[in-house]
């Protein structure tokens, strides 16, 4: 039995999810993967589904009516996850930006040493960022360090989307109240994850923007994680902050 699942999101990721399917299988390490894809109208999950039949017992694929968003597709994963037995459980994006060699460095740092929750980190040593304009390293390295600066937590890269849960930590957090649909959940995460006093380990990586597909950044995710930081800072300090 695996004891570790990738799970990847995927809405329009027709030119990347086989090859990234490919390569996390046929890393040194075991792991399983579940998509969780959107009904992308490119036929990314009919490609799934034909992978499928070459590994039958390591991909999982769920699907839902449409594009609501990356945090509530993780949700939706993290409980797959847990229904299951799965002691480690990871988060990646499917466009290679993580890169898939990467995940046994996650998953030792949790396994091997003594932390709850790793962080794949493009700013613990640095900016480890390749082929984002410098306005996208901009904006993303400045709200990382608004975030680190208005909740007190100690994690350089508080928006990373490449992290390995031990399961105690999503069974520890309330899924069912986490506010953010957009990529403000990666924050929401990372500091339900530091108030129940969770270990929490930065792994330095080199993120490297993808290269085929597009990205689905928007301006709306950019305000629900400005303002919504602060309402989360705000609760906690008057202790109506739910975990
Ligand atoms: N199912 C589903 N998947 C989605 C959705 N939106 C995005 N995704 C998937 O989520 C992954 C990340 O989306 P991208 O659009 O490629 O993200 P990015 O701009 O490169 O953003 C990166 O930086 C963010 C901020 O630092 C990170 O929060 C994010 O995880 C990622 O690493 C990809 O696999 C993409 O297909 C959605 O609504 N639904």
Redesign the pocket.
Same mark, same amino acid.
């Given at each position: 039995m695996v004891d570790a699942v990738v799970i990847?999101?995927? #809405?329009? $990721?027709i030119e990347n999810v086989e090859r990234i399917i490919k390569n996390v299988l046929a890393l040194q390490r075991d792991f399983d993967i579940l998509i969780? =894809? @959107?009904n992308s109208p490119d036929g990314t999950a009919a490609k799934v589904k034909v992978l499928q039949e070459e590994y039958p017992e390591h991909l999982f694929l769920l699907e839902?009516e449409g594009?609501? %968003?990356?945090g509530t !597709?993780y949700i939706t994963g993290f409980k797959w996850a847990l229904e299951r037995s799965y002691e480690y459980i990871f $988060?990646m =994006? !499917? =466009?290679f930006?993580?890169n898939p060699n990467d995940l046994i460095r996650l998953y030792n740092a949790c396994a091997k040493g003594t932390s709850q929750v790793a962080v794949g980190s493009r700013y613990v040593t640095g900016v480890n960022v390749v082929n984002w304009p410098m306005s996208r390293v901009l904006l993303?390295w400045l !709200?990382s360090k608004y975030v680190r600066f208005i909740t007190g937590m100690d994690v350089h890269d508080t928006? !990373? %989307?490449?992290i390995c849960y031990k399961r105690e930590v999503l069974e520890k957090i309330n899924l069912n109240k986490i506010k953010f649909v957009g #990529?403000a959940f990666?924050i929401e995460m990372k500091y339900k994850a530091y108030l129940s006093k969770f270990k929490i380990k930065e792994i330095p990586v080199i993120?490297t @923007?993808?290269t085929r %597909?597009?990205?689905?950044?928007s301006k709306g995710i950019i305000s629900e994680a400005v303002f919504g930081v602060l309402r989360m800072k705000l609760k906690s300090m008057f202790n109506s902050y739910e975990i």
């Open positions: 990847i999101p995927t #809405y329009n $990721e969780v =894809d @959107d839902r594009k609501l %968003g990356l !597709a $988060e =994006d !499917a =466009d930006s993580h993303s !709200a928006t !990373a %989307g490449f #990529y990666q993120f @923007d993808r %597909g597009t990205s689905k950044m």
